[in-house]
């Protein structure tokens, strides 16, 4: 799992990366021509990569809640979600954690509480407002099941669309919203990685039986790379 969500999180950087290097060589050709919309839109394969990059990224956090939930042993872990596994809210509008997280958390594991914070910077709720990175999730969203339409500067900033199907924004401030994304989910696999670690030790220091570490190889020398 840790392997997919690396591969994952490296291809949404290098497509980031070569979107921002258009004046440059690069991977993305166009192959199709474009109606001009006549809002200072853009259009073509170089934007669809960035959008994708985005919602790959955030689509990651969701593999990590799937593997989360898998290691502590949850009912439908492969049916999860980042917004689902911490717990639910009941009648009154009261959160209530799910088990296992609770337990992990009453261990005091600091990289399970890391990732619940990114859960809170990524949400809203009635007692919360809105948390502080909970428009890149909109965004992503937006670009998964409606329609993400970027523009150049000459854009006007009160613009939107009388539509709830299309998103509008501005190229230079969804390329900031891209790349603050990935700084997240890096974190946030950091983060999974500690959570991993600091369960392993607590099982270690209870287990009354013989630990035995074991080295796993690297991929690429393995496959003669």
């Given at each position: 799992?840790?392997?997919?969500m690396?591969?994952?999180?490296?291809?949404?950087?290098?497509?980031?990366?070569?979107?921002?290097?258009?004046?440059?060589?690069?991977?993305?050709?166009?192959?199709?021509?474009?109606?001009?919309?006549?809002?200072?839109?853009?259009?073509?394969?170089?934007?669809?990569?960035?959008?994708?990059?985005?919602?790959?990224?955030?689509?990651i956090?969701?593999?990590?809640a799937?593997?989360?939930?898998c290691?502590l042993?949850?009912?439908?872990?492969?049916?999860?979600?980042?917004?689902?596994?911490?717990?639910?809210t009941?009648?009154?509008?009261?959160?209530?954690?799910?088990?296992?997280?609770?337990?992990?958390?009453?261990?005091?594991?600091?990289?399970?509480?890391?990732?619940?914070?990114?859960?809170?910077?990524?949400?809203?709720?009635?007692?919360r407002?809105?948390?502080?990175m909970?428009?890149?999730?909109?965004?992503?969203?937006s670009?998964?099941?409606?329609?993400?339409?970027?523009?150049?500067?000459?854009?006007?900033?009160?613009?939107?669309?009388s539509?709830?199907?299309?998103?509008?924004?501005?190229?230079?401030r969804?390329?900031?919203l891209?790349?603050?994304?990935?700084?997240?989910?890096?974190?946030?696999?950091?983060?999974?990685?500690?959570?991993?670690?600091?369960?392993e030790?607590?099982?270690?220091?209870?287990?009354?039986?013989?630990?035995v570490?074991?080295?796993?190889?690297?991929?690429?020398?393995?496959?003669?790379?």
């Amino acid at each position: 799992m840790i392997n997919v969500m690396k591969s994952d999180f490296a291809f949404a950087r290098q497509v980031y990366f070569d979107v921002r290097e258009y004046d440059t060589d690069t991977p993305f050709f166009e192959t199709t021509s474009h109606a001009d919309t006549l809002d200072y839109a853009v259009y073509g394969v170089r934007f669809s990569a960035l959008t994708s990059a985005q919602r790959i990224a955030f689509d990651i956090l969701d593999k990590i809640a799937v593997a989360l939930a898998c290691y502590l042993g949850m009912k439908k872990a492969h049916k999860t979600s980042f917004s689902d596994i911490w717990g639910k809210t009941g009648k009154g509008g009261i959160f209530t954690l799910n088990e296992e997280i609770a337990n992990s958390f009453r261990s005091g594991n600091p990289g399970l509480i890391a990732l619940y914070n990114i859960y809170h910077d990524i949400s809203k709720d009635d007692s919360r407002g809105h948390g502080f990175m909970e428009a890149h999730k909109s965004y992503r969203n937006s670009s998964t099941h409606r329609f993400s339409v970027l523009h150049d500067d000459m854009f006007p900033d009160d613009h939107s669309s009388s539509s709830l199907a299309v998103d509008h924004t501005h190229l230079n401030r969804f390329e900031s919203l891209t790349l603050d994304s990935l700084k997240l989910v890096r974190a946030a696999l950091f983060y999974f990685v500690d959570m991993i670690n600091f369960a392993e030790e607590i099982s270690r220091a209870d287990s009354r039986g013989i630990v035995v570490s074991s080295t796993v190889p690297d991929h690429d020398y393995i496959r003669g790379r």
